[in-house]
């Protein structure tokens, strides 16, 4: 089955710096790659997402960014704000729901 | 508007009972969820219904059943609670299960459950 990791596990920035998280899976059958926020003690909110169609996309401070060759997509955040901290999640599909599988996750800190 | 929502939010209870949680999703989707979140923040899905029907059912023991009443609820039932199923669960729902444009999929706020 689909196997997503993902680095770094922690991670610490300065306000105004940017941060990048990288995730790769095994599966290349996946097509569909989104990232969700999770704040403490709520659930997890997309915050963007990507198609294998798809090289890059951009929205606002947020990026993404897949290379379905080497099987990774990565998460950019520029301009990072201490409201940006939080534990960040990336997964991968088929696009049926059978193999949303999700990374371990990535906890950024913001610091201001 | 909440759109996924939860009850309860909280819940404490002594190993061997058996409890339900509810899921309520006001977004018309099609598909929903349930994950587990365990104490190091690893999300794994175990239950997803499309229609009514379960089409999902990952490798988690049988104590746990999804009970889906309508389109717009899903509720997780857990018998003889064991210690080891403290965790955070979490609904989740999305428009289309085939992998169109709308798979996103929205989160409800979760229920931490302790067994103790």
């Known amino acids: 089955g689909e196997n997503v990791e993902q680095h770094p596990s922690t991670l610490s920035v300065q306000e105004g710096d940017s941060a990048v998280i990288k995730c790769t899976y095994s599966d290349s059958a996946s097509n569909y790659f989104p990232w969700y926020k999770q704040e403490l003690g709520k659930g997890p909110q997309l915050i963007i997402d990507?198609?294998?169609?798809?090289g890059e996309k951009k929205d606002q401070r947020i990026a993404v960014t897949l290379n379905k060759t080497a099987k990774h997509f990565s998460l950019h955040i520029t301009e990072t704000q201490p409201e940006d901290s939080a534990v960040y999640f990336c997964a991968a599909s088929k696009g049926n729901g059978q193999n949303f599988v999700f990374g371990p996750g990535t906890r950024l800190s913001v610091l201001p | 508007d909440t759109a996924v929502s939860q009850t309860p939010k909280y819940l404490v209870t002594q190993m061997g009972n058996d409890k339900s949680i509810k899921c309520e999703q006001n977004?018309?989707?099609?598909?929903m969820y349930w994950y587990k979140q365990d104490s190091k923040k690893f999300l794994k899905i175990m239950f997803s219904?499309?229609?009514?029907?379960?089409?999902i059912n990952e490798t988690v023991p049988n104590r746990f059943s999804p009970k889906s009443p309508d389109k717009a609820h899903l509720n997780l039932h857990i018998n003889s609670l064991e210690l080891g199923d403290s965790a955070v669960y979490f609904c989740a729902s999305s428009q289309d299960f085939s992998g169109g444009t709308q798979e996103t999929q929205y989160f409800g706020p979760g229920t931490r459950l302790l067994v103790l």
């Open positions: 977004l018309g989707h099609d598909t």
């Open positions: 990507i198609r294998s169609n798809v």
């Open positions: 219904y499309n229609n009514k029907e379960l089409i």
